[in-house]
C-alpha cells in the first residue's frame, strides 16, 4: 500500500506570494492533518479535514487555509507569504477521524525570502 | 493552554544500553499517547502508541504511561546507533482530536 504523499518537496517564495501544497493519503485514510515544523516552535497542529470538512483548527492566522476533496485529497494555502512561515509542512493521515494510528507524509519544505 | 514538555538533549548513551525518554502532560483528561521517531531531514515515523495504564512492549521498545502522574516514558533497550534520532512525544487532545507534540528529545547513541 502506498504511503502518504505530498507534493511539491522544496518550494522557494518570496515574502508576499501565495503557495499551494498537496497531501494525498494512505488509499482508504479519510481525515487529514496539516502541521507545521520549525526548529523554534516544533511540531504545530494547523488544522484537520475529515469528509472534505475542516474539524479541527489550530491557533494559525487565516492567511493559512485547507480544504479536502472527494478523494480524500488535500491542500493547504497559505497566502500573504512571510518570512516567519519558512517550515517543514507535514501532512498527516488516519482512516477515520476518530482512528489513532496517524502516518505523516514526506514533508514540504518551504522557504520564504 | 495545553502543553506536553519533554527534556530536548541531548541523551547520549553507549550501544547495547538502555535509553530513557519522559514526557510529561498537561490535560488530565488525555487517553492516548503517542511516540514518533524523526530521523534529521525526515518526516516523523510512529513507533508506539498507548492507552492504558502501565507498560506496552514492542521488540525492544517499551512504552509506560501513569496517567495519575501524568507521565509517559519510552524505553529502548539494546540500542543502537540506527536508533539516533529526535523522539517526539504526542498526546491526543481530548476535546478536539489534534495531536500535541513535545518538542522532542535528541537520542545519540555512540557505538
Known amino acids: 500500500k502506498a504511503g502518504v504523499t505530498q507534493t511539491p518537496r522544496y518550494l522557494i517564495k518570496t515574502r508576499g506570494q501565495q503557495v499551494t501544497l498537496s497531501c494525498s493519503p494512505i488509499s482508504g485514510h479519510r481525515s487529514v492533518s496539516w502541521y507545521q515544523q520549525t526548529p523554534g516552535q516544533g511540531l504545530q497542529f494547523l488544522f484537520e479535514y475529515f469528509s472534505e470538512t475542516q474539524r479541527n483548527k489550530g491557533n494559525f492566522p487565516g492567511r493559512f487555509s485547507g480544504r479536502q476533496f472527494s478523494n480524500s485529497r488535500s491542500e493547504m494555502n497559505v497566502s500573504t507569504l512571510e518570512l516567519g512561515d519558512s517550515a517543514l509542512y507535514l501532512c498527516a493521515t488516519r482512516l477515520l477521524a476518530g482512528a489513532d494510528t496517524q502516518y505523516f507524509g514526506p514533508g514540504t519544505r518551504l522557504t520564504v525570502l | 493552554q495545553k502543553e506536553v514538555e519533554q527534556n530536548s538533549g541531548p541523551l547520549s548513551v553507549p550501544e547495547g544500553a538502555i535509553a530513557s525518554l519522559n514526557c510529561t502532560y498537561s490535560?488530565?483528561?488525555?487517553?492516548?499517547f503517542f511516540w514518533y521517531r524523526q530521523y534529521s531531514g525526515k518526516s516523523p515515523e510512529l513507533i508506539m502508541f498507548?492507552?492504558?495504564?502501565g507498560d506496552k512492549e514492542d521488540g525492544r521498545f517499551t512504552a509506560q504511561l501513569n496517567k495519575a502522574s501524568q507521565y509517559v516514558s519510552l524505553l529502548i533497550r539494546d540500542s543502537q546507533p540506527s536508533d539516533s534520532a529526535t523522539y517526539l512525544c504526542a498526546v491526543r487532545d481530548n476535546q478536539g482530536g489534534k495531536l500535541i507534540f513535545g518538542q522532542g528529545t535528541e537520542l545519540s547513541v555512540k557505538p
Open positions: 498507548i492507552y492504558s495504564n
Open positions: 490535560d488530565r483528561g488525555s487517553q492516548s
